[in-house]
């Protein structure tokens, strides 16, 4: 996966993980809460691999 892809989905790993953990709270449902945590994290990282590898494309590119 590309930088930008990464990064687009990150993004959406974030939103579906925030909505699960919504609707855990609306239904006291543990799992569910745990889950969109999870996913959310999962999201986190994808965003910063992208970033990441945004980073090394650019020092390449300049050398």
Known sequence: M???????AGKGNEVAGKVKQAA?????????????AAQEA???????KGK???GL????DRA
Do not use: F, P, W
Request: glycine residues 12%; aromatic residues 0%.
């Open 52 to 54: 990441a590898k945004e």
């Open 57 to 60: 494309k650019d020092i390449v």
């Open 42 to 48: 999962k999201g986190h990282a994808q965003q910063a």
């Open 2 to 8: 590309g930088s930008t892809s990464d990064k687009m």
């Open 24 to 36: 855990g709270n609306v239904t006291d449902n543990d799992s569910l809460r745990a889950k969109g």
